[in-house]
């Protein structure tokens, strides 16, 4: 089975200031999504990446899957206090066959605390 | 487009009920839906796969006959927690993956809190 490892698992950071959060798989990615989550809530879907090198941005969210597709980064640049929350990265169960689109395993999280 | 409600969002229990939880997709049909349970501080793990018109496909370690999963139409798909004990308190989610253009991504409801008292 699928193993996602997000790396660090907590993060605390200054207003401004840019961070990184890396998600490592054991097998080669065919989706990669990014959400956010307040704790107890639902998730916030960020972004998703499908093809190696990829690289997507949203506002000051920019997320990238690497060549291999066995490694993704999501940064956050000038981070603000509305960033805080927890980071999931969840890899698609599906393996180019079409019949796991959706079921995602997910990495254990990062929780991001921004300081005013 | 693409929304999935899931109800409620909170929900109290005494030990030994059952309680059931609804997700549903609201603009589009769901031929596939995704049960998850996260508890404090950990990620979400899978716990079944609802298919439309058959049994659900449950993860290992997960007890179908506590967690029954119907997923009688291409728009709902229902959970129940039959005789919930104060260990099933968790964090429930749904996702829900379309048709056509949809079906290569899942869409997610916003949760379902059961507190088991």
């Known amino acids: 089975s699928q193993e996602l490892e997000q790396s660090p698992q907590s993060l605390i950071v200054q207003e401004g200031k840019n961070l990184t959060i890396n998600c490592t798989s054991s097998k080669t990615l065919y989706g990669l999504y990014w959400y956010k989550q307040k704790y107890g809530e639902g998730l916030i879907f960020l972004m998703m990446?499908?093809?190696?090198?990829e690289e997507k941005s949203h506002e000051k969210i920019t997320a990238k899957l690497d060549e291999k597709k066995q490694q993704s980064s999501l940064h956050i640049t000038a981070s603000q206090p509305s960033h805080a929350g927890i980071y999931l990265c969840?890899?698609?169960?599906?393996?180019?066959?079409?019949?796991?689109?959706?079921?995602?395993?997910f990495g254990q999280g990062t929780i991001l605390t921004v300081h005013p | 487009g693409a929304v999935v409600s899931q109800h409620p969002s909170w929900v109290i229990c005494k030990s030994g009920t059952s309680v059931k939880i609804e997700c549903r997709s609201l603009?589009?049909?769901?031929?596939?839906m995704f049960w998850y349970r996260q508890f404090p501080k950990q990620s979400l793990m899978l716990m079944a796969t609802s298919n439309e018109g058959s049994k659900a496909t449950y993860e290992q370690g997960v007890e179908k006959d506590k967690f029954l999963i119907n997923h009688a139409s291409l728009t709902l798909s229902t959970l129940t927690v039959t005789s919930a004990h104060p260990e099933d308190s968790s964090f429930y989610i749904c996702?829900?993956?379309?048709?056509?253009?949809?079906?290569?991504?899942?869409?997610f409801g916003q949760g379902t809190r059961l507190t088991v008292v």
């Open positions: 603009d589009f049909q769901a031929t596939t």
């Open positions: 996702s829900a993956r379309g048709t056509g253009k949809l079906n290569t991504e899942a869409f």
């Open positions: 990446l499908q093809k190696g090198g």
């Open positions: 969840g890899a698609d169960g599906s393996s180019g066959g079409g019949t796991s689109y959706g079921k995602l395993t």
